[in-house]
């Protein structure tokens, strides 16, 4: 679904991605971990096409939806008309049946059913964060970029996010790179971790159902994330 090779891009004179290449498979999800201020970000704007790399090339087969890291409301529309908003912009006049209980139908699975009327100024920063989610997934792209997609979602809210998301990325056949802070979560969600540092991806580590299950499993893991972090940025892994 995306094959990027030898990415490089700087910001000024500072280097920021170093040759990046990796491949993204249908259906897979891949957590882009590492310290503050080492390019995630950037590199998924990189690929949504928001801003272009210096060189290297980025190759997709399907649509890319981006979520971004701040959530994009309209503080004057409700929770239903904020999910709708993409279609207006990609230029639909009128709004289908379809998308319209598309919209409904993700509000609901994320326990929103009671907040469809409601405005943004009325959502905790958890209910924002999941109005922007089922804003990224009602357009039915086949690739998404996620930029934080947790934050401010309470720990067992998530827990139940991870197997809704899975369960949508299956169902509809897309696939996802997400940007994240929490190893927990990458654990979680995750089919392939990617650990950047130094603008360059450094470790990699493979995430099965039976590491998901497995406590030893888990904390050896993380053990590892942590070490790579403590390696490339002991301020940060304290």
């Keep these: 679904m995306l094959h990027l090779d030898n990415i490089l891009f700087s910001y000024e004179t ?38 272009p790399p210096e060189s290297g090339v980025v190759k997709t087969r399907g649509k890319i939806a ?21 279609f207006e912009l990609g230029g639909a006049k009128k709004i289908g049946a379809d998308c319209h209980a598309r919209a409904v139908a993700l509000l609901r699975r994320f326990g929103l059913a009671n907040f469809l009327d409601a405005f943004p100024k009325t959502l905790s920063g958890g209910m924002k964060k999941l109005v922007s989610l089922a804003q990224t997934l009602a357009v039915e792209k086949e690739i998404l970029l996620l930029d934080e997609p947790f934050a401010s979602i309470d720990v067992h809210l998530r827990e139940r996010l991870f197997v ?21 979560d990458a654990v979680s969600l995750a089919d392939r971790i990617l650990f950047l540092a130094k603008g360059q991806i450094v470790r990699a580590w493979p995430i099965t159902d039976a590491l998901r299950k497995g406590y030893r499993a888990q904390a050896e893991l993380l053990d590892s994330i942590r070490e790579a972090h403590s390696m490339y940025h002991p301020l940060e892994a304290v």
């Design 66 to 86: 981006l979520m971004a890291q701040h959530e994009v409301l309209l503080p004057w529309r409700t929770v239903l008309d904020n999910v709708l908003l993409p």
């Design 164 to 184: 809704l998301l899975r369960q949508v990325i299956r169902e509809n056949k897309k696939s996802c790179v997400f940007v994240t802070h929490d190893w927990r």
């Design 14 to 51: 500072r280097p920021i991605l170093d040759h990046i290449s990796f491949d993204l498979a249908e259906e897979e999800i891949v957590a882009l971990v590492g310290p503050s201020g080492v390019g995630k970000t950037t590199l998924l704007k990189i690929i949504a096409g928001i801003i």
